[in-house]
C-alpha cells in the first residue's frame, strides 16, 4: 500500500500565506489520484474543502486553493484567519484504494 | 439537506465482531458511492473501505482486509459495515461518507461517527 507524506506541522502568521503539500510514495501525484483536502477541528468530524486538485465546495473559504505543485498535491492558504487552525488531511486514491496523509497541524499565530 | 447518522459502536472484546450502520437521507443514495474511514483516539484519518452506488464494486485498506464487509441496502438507504475478529488498534471513530459521484470511493460529505472500543 502507498504512504502519502504530509508535513507534520506548520506555522503561519494571521493574513499570511501558507502552503500544506501532499506526496506520494509512488512518484509524482496526477490528477489521477483524484487529490482532496480536508479539515478537522478538535471533536468535530472532518469536512472536505478541496476535491478532484483545485475545486472547492460551497462552505469553502475563498482564501483556501488547491493545485498540483512539484509533483505533489498543494493546499495553499491566502490571508489566514485564527478560525484556520486546525488539522489538515489530503488523500489520494491508488485504482480505488484511498490512502490519507498523516495530517499537517497547522497553528495561525 | 444531506445527513448521515452512524450507529452500531460500542465496547466489544478482542475478537468479537459489530455491525455498524449509516442511514442516508436528503440524496438519491443509489446514485453515490459510499465510504468507511476511521479516526483513533489521537490519531490521524486512515481510509478503511467503499462501496460504488450499485454495490457492485468494493474495496478495502489491506490493513482491514478479509476482516471488514462492506454493504447496502438502496432500498432502505442504508450502508453497512461488518467488522469482525476485532483487535485493540481496530478501535476508532468510525466515519460514514457519501461521495461525490457514482464510483466516488473518496469521502466528500461526512457523518458524525460512531466509537467503537476494543477492549476485554
Known amino acids: ?109 | 439537506e444531506v445527513q448521515l447518522l452512524e450507529s452500531g459502536g460500542g465496547l466489544v472484546q478482542p475478537g468479537g465482531s459489530l455491525r455498524l450502520s449509516c442511514v442516508a437521507s436528503g440524496f438519491t443514495f443509489s446514485t453515490y458511492g459510499m465510504s468507511w474511514v476511521r479516526q483513533a483516539p489521537g490519531k490521524g484519518l486512515e481510509w478503511v473501505s467503499a462501496i460504488s452506488g450499485g454495490g457492485d464494486f468494493t474495496s478495502y485498506a489491506d490493513s482491514v482486509k478479509a476482516r471488514f464487509i462492506i454493504s447496502r441496502d438502496n432500498s432502505k438507504n442504508t450502508l453497512h459495515l461488518q467488522v469482525n475478529s476485532l483487535r485493540a488498534d481496530d478501535t476508532a471513530i468510525y466515519y460514514c461518507a457519501k461521495g461525490l459521484g457514482v464510483s466516488a470511493t473518496n469521502p466528500d460529505y461526512w457523518g458524525q461517527g460512531t466509537l467503537v472500543t476494543v477492549s476485554s
Open chain 1, 1 to 109: 500500500q502507498a504512504v502519502v507524506t504530509q508535513e507534520p506541522s506548520l506555522t503561519v502568521s494571521p493574513g499570511g500565506t501558507v502552503t500544506l503539500t501532499c506526496a506520494s510514495s509512488t512518484g509524482v501525484v496526477t490528477s489521477g489520484h483524484y487529490p482532496y483536502w480536508f479539515q478537522q477541528k478538535p471533536g468535530q468530524a472532518p469536512r472536505t474543502l478541496i476535491h478532484d486538485v483545485n475545486y472547492k465546495h460551497s462552505w469553502t473559504p475563498a482564501r483556501f486553493s488547491g493545485s498540483l505543485l512539484g509533483g505533489k498535491a498543494a493546499l495553499t492558504l491566502s490571508g489566514a484567519q485564527p478560525e484556520d487552525e486546525a488539522d489538515y488531511y489530503c488523500i489520494l486514491s491508488y485504482s480505488g484504494v484511498g490512502v490519507f496523509g498523516g495530517g499537517t497541524k497547522l497553528t495561525v499565530l
